[in-house]
C-alpha cells in the first residue's frame, strides 16, 4: 500500500497542475492529502511532519539559497530601470550595421538577464517583451526573431551565475550526502565545481547559437537585415561596460573561489545600485517596485522550496525513495539508467518549471544514479542541460507558450504557435547536440574543475 501511494504522488501533481492551482500549494497539499491517507491505511505516521519547523529554519540558514534573492535584486534593477533597454540600443548601434546585427545584441543581453530572473517564464517574457518589437520593426524573419528570442530566454538554466545552478548545487549536495559518499557534503566545493563545469557545456551552447545566427547572416541576410542605430561611441560605451563588469567580477569572485556565492551576489547588487543610482534611474517609486518584485519572487519561490521539502519528506516516509532507488538500479542495465532518468526529466519539463522539477525530481532520481558510480559533478550539469533542452522542444516546451503569450501582449498576430515552433528548432538542434555529448564525453563537464 505504502508503495502504491508513493507511486501515485507525482502522477496526481501532474494531473491537478493544469487546472490552474499554484503550484506551490498544489505539491503542498497533494503532499499533506497521501499523508492523511497514509495515516488511515497505517503506512505513514503523521509525527514524520513534526521535522518541518527544523527544515524551514534551516532552508532560512541555508548560505546557498540566501544568494537568490540578492540575483533576482541584480535583474530587477536592470529590467525595471532603463538599463537592460539602453544596453540593447547600445549593441544594436554597434552591431546594427551589419546583418542579425540585433540578433546579437539580443544574445548578449540574454547572457546577462537571463541567470538573474528565477524562472524561465519570467526571462522569456522580459527578454522577449524587451528585444521582439525591435526585430519586428527592423524586418527580422517572424519565425527566426521568436526562435532566438525564445532560446535566449532558456540560457538562465545553465549560465552561471544562474538562480537554477544555485538550486541545482543544494539539491545535488542533498544527493551526494544521502549516499554517504565522501568528499561531497561541503556546498561552497560543489557550488564553485558545478559552475567550473558548466563552463564547457555553456561556451558550445553559445557557440552553436552564434553559429545559427552567422548562418543566418551570410545565407539568408534579407530576412536578418541590417539596421543601424544612431548613438554616439561615448553614450554606447557607458551602457555597455557597467552591466558587463558587474557581472564579469561577479562571476570571476565566484569560479576563482575568493569569496561565497552569497558575498558575491552582495556585491553585484550594491554595484548595480550604485549604478542606477549614478543614472538617476533609481528613484525611491523605482526601487519600492524592485523590492516588492523581489520580494514577490522570492517569497514564492521559498514557499515553493518549502512545500518540495514537505513533499519528499512524505514521499521518502512511504518508502518512495527505495522504490525509485530500485527501479533505477535494478531494473534497468547501468548503461541505460542515466539516459532513461534524463529522458524522464525531458518530459516533466513539458509541464513544470525548472525550479519545480529541481525539488521534486532531482532528490528522487539522481541519487541512484550516484550510487550507480555516476560523478556528481558530470550529473549535475546533466539536470541543468537537460532542462533547458526540453523547454525548447516542441510541441510542449515551456518556454514557447511563454513566447506564445508575449506575441500576444505585443499584438504581433503574425506569428502563430508553429511559427514559434519553426524558429526554435534550430537552436533545440544545437541543445541535442550539446547535451548528446556532454553525455557522451564527461569530460566537457568534468575537465575544469578538476583542473582547480
Do not use: C
Given at each position: 500500500?505504502?508503495?502504491?501511494?508513493?507511486?501515485?504522488?507525482?502522477?496526481?501533481?501532474?494531473?491537478?497542475?493544469?487546472?490552474?492551482?499554484?503550484?506551490?500549494?498544489?505539491?503542498?497539499?497533494?503532499?499533506?492529502?497521501?499523508?492523511?491517507?497514509?495515516?488511515?491505511?497505517?503506512?505513514?505516521?503523521?509525527?514524520?511532519?513534526?521535522?518541518?519547523?527544523?527544515?524551514?529554519?534551516?532552508?532560512?540558514?541555508?548560505?546557498?539559497?540566501?544568494?537568490?534573492?540578492?540575483?533576482?535584486?541584480?535583474?530587477?534593477?536592470?529590467?525595471?530601470?532603463?538599463?537592460?533597454?539602453?544596453?540593447?540600443?547600445?549593441?544594436?548601434?554597434?552591431?546594427?550595421?551589419?546583418?542579425?546585427?540585433?540578433?546579437?545584441?539580443?544574445?548578449?543581453?540574454?547572457?546577462?538577464?537571463?541567470?538573474?530572473?528565477?524562472?524561465?517564464?519570467?526571462?522569456?517574457?522580459?527578454?522577449?517583451?524587451?528585444?521582439?518589437?525591435?526585430?519586428?520593426?527592423?524586418?527580422?524573419?517572424?519565425?527566426?526573431?521568436?526562435?532566438?528570442?525564445?532560446?535566449?530566454?532558456?540560457?538562465?538554466?545553465?549560465?552561471?551565475?544562474?538562480?537554477?545552478?544555485?538550486?541545482?548545487?543544494?539539491?545535488?549536495?542533498?544527493?551526494?550526502?544521502?549516499?554517504?559518499?565522501?568528499?561531497?557534503?561541503?556546498?561552497?566545493?560543489?557550488?564553485?565545481?558545478?559552475?567550473?563545469?558548466?563552463?564547457?557545456?555553456?561556451?558550445?551552447?553559445?557557440?552553436?547559437?552564434?553559429?545559427?545566427?552567422?548562418?543566418?547572416?551570410?545565407?539568408?541576410?534579407?530576412?536578418?537585415?541590417?539596421?543601424?542605430?544612431?548613438?554616439?561611441?561615448?553614450?554606447?560605451?557607458?551602457?555597455?561596460?557597467?552591466?558587463?563588469?558587474?557581472?564579469?567580477?561577479?562571476?570571476?569572485?565566484?569560479?576563482?573561489?575568493?569569496?561565497?556565492?552569497?558575498?558575491?551576489?552582495?556585491g553585484a547588487a550594491i554595484a548595480i545600485t550604485a549604478w542606477a543610482l549614478v543614472r538617476r534611474e533609481l528613484t525611491l517609486r523605482a526601487l519600492g517596485d524592485v523590492v516588492r518584485l523581489v520580494t514577490r519572487i522570492s517569497g514564492a519561490l521559498f514557499l515553493l522550496i518549502m512545500a518540495a521539502g514537505t513533499f519528499s519528506l512524505v514521499f521518502r516516509g512511504f518508502g518512495g525513495d527505495r522504490l525509485a532507488r530500485d527501479l533505477i538500479t535494478t531494473t534497468l542495465p547501468p548503461e541505460a539508467a542515466v539516459p532513461a532518468v534524463f529522458a524522464a526529466l525531458v518530459v516533466f519539463g513539458f509541464f513544470l518549471d525548472a525550479i519545480e522539477i529541481v525539488f521534486l525530481v532531482v532528490p528522487v532520481a539522481v541519487p541512484p544514479l550516484i550510487a550507480l558510480g555516476g560523478d556528481p559533478l558530470w550529473l549535475g550539469v546533466l539536470v541543468a542541460l537537460t532542462l533547458q533542452t526540453s523547454f525548447l522542444l516542441p510541441p510542449a516546451g515551456f518556454a514557447i507558450f511563454f513566447m506564445d503569450q508575449v506575441r500576444r501582449n505585443i499584438g504581433a498576430d503574425e506569428i502563430t504557435m508553429f511559427t514559434i515552433y519553426r524558429g526554435v528548432l534550430p537552436f533545440a538542434a544545437v541543445q541535442i547536440l550539446v547535451l548528446a555529448a556532454v553525455l557522451t564525453w564527461p569530460v566537457i563537464a568534468t575537465w575544469l574543475p578538476g583542473q582547480t
Open positions: 500500500m505504502a508503495a502504491l501511494l508513493a507511486a501515485l504522488m507525482f502522477p496526481t501533481v501532474l494531473a491537478i497542475l493544469p487546472l490552474g492551482f499554484p503550484v506551490a500549494f498544489t505539491v503542498l497539499g497533494v503532499a499533506l492529502v497521501y499523508a492523511v491517507l497514509g495515516q488511515l491505511a497505517g503506512v505513514f505516521d503523521l509525527h514524520l511532519l513534526s521535522a518541518l519547523p527544523i527544515r524551514v529554519l534551516n532552508l532560512m540558514d541555508n548560505d546557498i539559497l540566501q544568494a537568490i534573492p540578492l540575483f533576482i535584486y541584480v535583474g530587477a534593477v536592470m529590467e525595471r530601470t532603463q538599463m537592460a533597454r539602453d544596453l540593447l540600443g547600445s549593441l544594436a548601434s554597434a552591431l546594427g550595421r551589419r546583418p542579425a546585427g540585433l540578433a546579437l545584441a539580443t544574445l548578449v543581453v540574454g547572457l546577462l538577464l537571463a541567470p538573474t530572473t528565477g524562472a524561465i517564464g519570467a526571462t522569456v517574457v522580459a527578454l522577449g517583451l524587451l528585444a521582439l518589437p525591435p526585430m519586428l520593426s527592423a524586418g527580422y524573419d517572424r519565425s527566426f526573431a521568436a526562435g532566438i528570442a525564445t532560446a535566449v530566454g532558456t540560457l538562465g538554466v545553465v549560465l552561471p551565475p544562474s538562480i537554477i545552478l544555485i538550486l541545482v548545487t543544494d539539491q545535488m549536495r542533498i544527493a551526494v550526502a544521502a549516499v554517504q559518499l565522501p568528499g561531497g557534503a561541503t556546498s561552497a566545493f560543489l557550488m564553485r565545481k558545478l559552475y567550473l563545469g558548466m563552463v564547457g557545456p555553456v561556451a558550445l551552447v553559445v557557440v552553436g547559437y552564434l553559429a545559427v545566427v552567422l548562418w543566418r547572416a551570410v545565407r539568408r541576410p534579407d530576412t536578418v537585415p541590417a539596421h543601424p542605430y544612431a548613438q554616439s561611441a561615448g553614450r554606447a560605451l557607458l551602457n555597455i561596460v557597467p552591466p558587463l563588469a558587474i557581472f564579469a567580477v561577479t562571476l570571476y569572485a565566484i569560479l576563482s573561489g575568493r569569496v561565497y556565492t552569497v558575498e558575491a551576489a552582495g
